[in-house]
């Protein structure tokens, strides 16, 4: 008789699918999100009365598919290094995981008396090997005699298919009730390849062996072709022994969605996330409200090559819990925005958890406005777009880019009216902060290392270029960064006028090195967290149709800078605000104010 049974494990559950008791953490009341149509006709301007967009209509009512009824997911920790199984670490674990999984390819063999003695849940072993993706390498022999001995001192152990399963002797040292049996591997990542039925068979094959858990792990590259076939999966079996997510960067938003398709499991890296897109522990917890699972019934995301690790999904899913809206915001990262595009909303139009709105980063921005049915005029005049949404059967496209830049200057108490203003960088945030500040009356000079792009933008907002080789900050009131180089600055400020503002669109903790140089010469460096906050609030706003909450503290979520930083004036102008040249009219006249955000640039669509 194993080690493992004459012990009797104390009462604990044994597979990774046992219920642990931990602290009950809030469910907040579910709401039905109404369903709006899809992509339709070419791109076209829309405008219509000022008080900003309301992209889906939230009612009071069910919570709508999903498999399972909301509850709480099991969070296991997976340890891929010594400094993750330290004792320290392990009682940290222990306050919020429920199984703590041993990756002994990379972490190898600890001590299981000593896990045991500073962690009290349940301890899993894998010994993945290369051809799962794992570090492991050919040693049949080797690895045998170690998942023999794991199976003596662990609460499951996981057999890879199809291999470990031919051997009679693993599968009599690990009982079906110990036994996660695990596929890791490629399927071919193609829009011709029906990805989502080759891993229905797959899982047909792992099934035939009875386990506690079936894990299915396709690896998926970042172009977004079949990175949902793993949710896909799971909302069709509707199994609670089964999880499923994609490998990679790409899958990271399937991982986290996974307990709310019916995986009895979520997996966090015990060190922080990682580059195979697991997130980290604090992640889960903090960023989307795990363990706990409340009603889901809808989706909104960020899309970018690198949003893994973006502040977003923290700050957009403690307001949606907040008002109790059955929604989650997920990361996206993909390489090119349209695969990714039509496999989320292909998925979520399968699954009954469709996709409500997405937010866009670089390098993004131009794809999103091509991709929209309608786009704002002030979309469509920065040539870009940061936010994308269904409504009336079409997508439509806007940016809060404007937003963003101007308010985080008013907030700092900068009025940009009659004061030079450079923007460095000509991609779809620098020519939106450059239309915000020309609308607000300041004279713009856009900045670029490019010079096609920079010719581009000039004739787009109708302001003067210079090439970054060219350019001296001496003279200008107001410095604005938008590239996402951060490290070293593109812009020295040696020669910066002594009243001048930084303000920085990308955020970093701690803050870049651009605005700790603003700082230390004491200028006024605004970080780009205020500029994320102005901009998730706009953006909730315009996709729920709800403000964020007064009492949802968003500053201190995402560590934004104290408001002591901020001037009790702001500096004086160089120029009289006549001597700003006049923005441009044509198409855009119908552009308003929107009255219910203060921006002139906020936008509501008439249906």
Request: glycine content about 12%; hydrophobic content about 40%.
């Amino acid at each position: 008789m194993p080690a493992v049974q004459r012990r009797g494990l104390r009462g604990r559950a044994a597979p990774e699918a046992g219920h642990r008791r931990r602290p009950a953490h809030r469910l907040h009341p579910g709401r039905r999100i109404r369903r709006r149509g899809g992509p339709g006709q070419p791109v076209r301007s829309a405008s219509g009365p000022s008080g900003g967009v309301r992209a889906v209509e939230l009612t009071p009512g069910s919570s709508g598919h999903r498999p399972r009824a909301p509850g709480r997911a099991r969070l296991v920790a997976v340890a891929t290094g010594p400094d993750d199984l330290t004792d320290a670490r392990l009682r940290d674990l222990d306050a919020v995981a429920d199984a703590v999984e041993i990756r002994a390819d990379l972490a190898g063999d600890p001590d299981p008396g000593r896990l045991r003695k500073h962690f009290t849940g349940a301890l899993t072993y894998s010994l993945r090997t290369q051809a799962h993706g794992g570090g492991h390498g050919r040693d049949t022999a080797e690895r045998r005699t170690r998942l023999l001995r794991a199976a003596d001192h662990y609460d499951t152990v996981e057999l890879e298919w199809p291999d470990d399963l031919t051997q009679p002797e693993l599968l009599a040292a690990v009982p079906a009730g110990r036994r996660r049996v695990a596929w890791h591997g490629v399927l071919a990542d193609h829009r011709d390849t029906d990805c989502h039925t080759a891993l229905r068979e797959l899982f047909a094959a792992l099934r035939a062996v009875p386990a506690a858990l079936y894990l299915l792990a396709p690896r998926g590259a970042h172009g977004g072709y079949g990175v949902s076939a793993a949710p896909r999966l799971l909302a069709g079996l509707g199994r609670e022994d089964v999880t499923a997510y994609t490998s990679g960067t790409a899958g990271v938003w399937t991982r986290v969605l996974a307990p709310w398709l019916g995986a009895p499991v979520v997996f966090g890296r015990a060190s922080g996330p990682g580059p195979d897109g697991m997130p980290g522990m604090d992640q889960l917890v903090t960023d989307y409200g795990l363990p706990a699972l409340s009603g889901l019934s809808g989706l909104f995301g960020i899309v970018g090559r690198d949003c893994g690790r973006s502040l977003a999904p923290r700050l957009y899913n403690a307001a949606l819990r907040a008002l109790g809206l059955p929604a989650l915001y997920l990361p996206f990262p993909a390489d090119d925005l349209a695969p990714l595009w039509r496999e989320a909303v292909g998925f979520g139009d399968s699954s009954g958890l469709p996709v409500r709105g997405l937010t866009v980063t670089a390098p993004h921005k131009e794809s999103a406005l091509e991709l929209a049915d309608v786009a704002s005029p002030t979309a469509l005049r920065c040539g870009a777009a940061n936010l994308m949404w269904p409504e009336d059967g079409r997508w439509r496209a806007d940016t809060t880019d404007t937003v963003g830049a101007l308010h985080a200057l008013t907030r700092a108490g900068v009025r940009p009216a009659g004061l030079r203003a450079a923007v460095v960088g000509c991609g779809g945030a620098g020519r939106a902060a450059a239309l915000a500040l020309l609308t607000a009356g300041a004279e713009v000079t856009l900045v670029n290392r490019g010079h096609a792009r920079g010719r581009d933008a000039s004739r787009r907002i109708r302001v003067p270029y210079v090439p970054l080789s060219a350019f001296d900050p001496a003279g200008y009131g107001v410095l604005v960064h938008a590239t996402p180089l951060v490290e070293p600055p593109p812009v020295s400020l040696a020669t910066a006028d002594p009243g001048a503002v930084v303000l920085e669109m990308a955020y970093r903790d701690p803050p870049t090195p651009l605005v700790e140089a603003a700082r230390a010469r004491g200028l006024l460096g605004i970080d780009g967290r205020e500029v994320l906050l102005v901009e998730i609030r706009e953006q909730f706003r315009m996709l729920t149709g709800h403000r964020v909450p007064s009492f949802v503290p968003l500053g201190a979520l995402c560590g934004a800078p104290e408001a002591s930083r901020r001037p009790s004036r702001p500096p004086v102008s160089r120029r009289a605000h006549s001597a700003v040249p006049r923005r441009g009219g044509g198409s855009h006249r119908h552009e308003v104010p929107d009255k219910t955000s203060g921006s002139p640039l906020g936008r509501r669509y008439a249906p």
